[in-house]
């Protein structure tokens, strides 16, 4: 595990499309939410940030138990942008990079966030994204350097 590497996963959303607050959906037994950050304990990933605001509480209950440093978005409703704001605002001076995830996507894995979080150490950029055929999508990796710009979104 590496301190100089965070997460920040994402979980403060409507869900509106959904029907329901996705990130209580049950997958096998274990919320998503849960579930992804199950997936990240895994990783090389030191310090994990959970931001949270739709269904805060009931979300935030999920993860009890584990060691989740879990921030609460009251602006949720204004988008994913405010929400990688309050993210990184939680993260500490020894934070050289950080991985965005969502929490749903069950399906994302320790291994691909380790082959991100990887490829910055190898090559250095400031930016490593997943891609399938032509999305690009997350979990995405930010170097230090642009987390001033991610703080405006």
């Given at each position: ?55 805060a ?71 490593v994204a ?24």
């Open positions: 595990m590496n301190h100089e590497v965070s997460a920040i996963l994402l979980a403060a959303g409507l869900s509106t499309r959904f029907g329901k607050t996705k990130q209580l959906a049950d997958l096998d037994g274990t919320a998503l939410v849960r579930r992804a950050y199950a997936t990240l304990q895994r990783t090389l990933v030191g310090d994990i940030v959970i931001v949270v605001g739709y269904r509480s009931r979300v935030a209950r999920e993860l009890r138990g584990t060691s989740a440093r879990v921030v609460v978005n009251k602006g949720y409703g204004s988008g994913i942008g405010s929400s990688l704001r309050v993210g990184v605002s939680a993260l500490g001076n020894e934070s050289r990079a950080v991985v965005v995830c969502l929490a749903d996507q069950p399906f994302v894995t320790a291994g691909l966030i380790d082959r991100i979080i990887t490829r910055h150490w190898r090559t250095g950029a400031d930016v997943s891609v399938s055929g032509d999305l690009v999508s997350p979990p995405v990796l930010f170097g230090r350097r642009l987390y001033g710009e991610l703080a405006e979104l």
